[in-house]
């Protein structure tokens, strides 16, 4: 089944970016809806970004909307996250997360079968 790693977190200071990849191995890539979520301790793991299979829609939080953006490179296998003029609230540990069928919207984790480790982003 498919398999999923993050990679590309890191600190940074407030204003500044990163770009977050999440390597998805054993199977395509455009049979599967992506989302980005993310967690900090005690709170619920919040949906940020989706992009439907085969990348064809797109949605955000709002909490990251006109800072962040989803994208895929077929041919690499991987989607990524660009985030910018990051804040010290968007600390959290990033996860990528698959579900092979074609989804609109960023759905409540529960509706995602496949996530990788997470990759950690801090802030300051």
């Known amino acids: 089944h498919v398999q999923l790693v993050e990679s590309g977190g890191g600190s940074v200071q407030a204003g500044g970016s990163l770009r977050l990849s999440c390597a998805v191995s054993g199977d395509t890539l455009s049979a599967y809806s992506l989302a980005w979520f993310r967690r900090t301790p005690g709170k619920e793991r919040e949906g940020l970004a989706s992009?439907?299979?085969?990348?064809?829609?797109?949605d955000y939080a709002d909490s990251v909307k006109g800072r962040f953006t989803i994208s895929q490179d077929k041919a690499k296998n991987t989607m990524s996250l660009q985030m910018n003029s990051l804040k010290p609230e968007d600390t959290a540990m990033y996860y990528c997360a698959a579900r092979r069928a074609w989804l609109v919207g960023i759905l409540g984790p529960e509706q995602y079968p496949y996530w990788g480790p997470g990759t950690q982003v801090t802030v300051s």
């Open positions: 992009n439907s299979a085969a990348g064809g829609l797109t």
